[in-house]
């Protein structure tokens, strides 16, 4: 039984869901990352469990940091490893540059364009829901900016609204972070972009670059970070000895509702689960009234 298409709230479906990945950081041959992390395992781990949930999102958005070295290997083995899932799920992918990135590669081996140094832009129709991807990347930098084309470039865009609003996919998120070293790294000039954004369509605003999952608000707009497939920083540390791990990778399912959205943490990991809940329980409360329900459910027992 689809969870979505049985209510017991009062809010209908979810009219579009998106699946939010960040942070790869492929390398090609799949040498260790930092001699420590095993890159390619873990993106499988991560296809893995989200193919286990028989998923069926309306597009998938991986928010930059795609290659750790920017190596056309590595493009074509995350292709590889990434567009069978997305053809069973039938699901179009939204590739966004991040620092690691390197446009001109990024370009002509995930999409197949001329291979310049042009930004990584593009806008994706997902049934009336409008997917933006911008391109905060510096060529030769690792912190974010937009250059003036840019911005003036999706100004245009937003002028026009889209039927269900629009999701913005960056990867330099524009948030602070208590991390001192990300501040270094940060997405510059952020007033700028506030300036075209505000009073437009934007809904929500997704981003990576943190390899930790994380939220707020930006022009009024809320943003969401979702962590990385690579792998995470050990926010259980001081802020300024932070450091990453092999764990806590995780990944975000967002659901796009007419009056709001929700973003979920999905977390990469091999753990008991309970079984209270089912399908049949599912079946056993749909064949009940309302009230019947929140006296099987919701009534507290003595």
């Known amino acids: 039984m689809d969870a979505e298409a049985t209510r017991f709230g009062q809010y209908p479906p979810a009219v579009r869901t998106l699946l939010h990945v960040s942070d790869t950081h492929l390398l090609a041959g799949n040498p260790l990352l930092g001699e420590r992390y095993d890159t390619m395992a873990n993106l499988a781990r991560t296809l893995e469990r989200v193919e286990e949930m028989r998923l069926s999102p309306d597009a998938i958005v991986f928010t930059g940091d795609l290659a750790d070295r920017g190596e056309p290997e590595a493009y074509r083995t995350l292709r590889e490893m990434v567009e069978p899932v997305a053809e069973r799920m039938s699901a179009p992918i939204v590739w966004v540059a991040g620092n690691h990135d390197e446009r001109s590669v990024l370009r002509r081996e995930l999409l197949g364009a001329e291979p310049t140094q042009a930004p990584v832009v593009s806008v994706h129709d997902v049934a009336g829901l409008r997917v933006i991807a911008l391109d905060t990347t ?84 809320p943003v969401s970070v979702a962590s990385a497939t690579c792998y995470t920083m050990n926010l259980a540390r001081p802020a ?11 990944f975000h399912l ?49």
């Open 138 to 221: 510096v060529p030769g930098w690792h912190h974010g900016d937009f250059d003036d084309h840019q911005l003036q470039w999706l100004s245009d865009v937003l002028s026009t609204p889209a039927r269900l609003g629009t999701v913005l996919a960056m990867h330099h998120p524009p948030l602070p972070s208590h991390i001192p070293f990300f501040d270094i790294l940060e997405l510059r000039e952020q007033k700028r972009l506030a300036e075209v954004v505000e009073g437009t369509d934007v809904r929500a605003i997704l981003a990576g670059h943190l390899h930790y999952s994380t939220s707020g608000t930006f022009a009024g707009i």
């Open 240 to 250: 300024t000895s932070v450091n990453g791990m092999d764990a806590g990778q995780s």
């Open 254 to 302: 967002v659901h796009v509702y007419d009056e709001t959205i929700t973003h979920s943490v999905v977390p990469v990991v091999d753990a008991s689960t309970a079984d209270f809940f089912s399908a049949d329980w599912v079946r056993e409360m749909s064949a009940l009234t309302p009230q019947q329900r929140l006296e099987a459910f919701s009534r507290k027992r003595q």
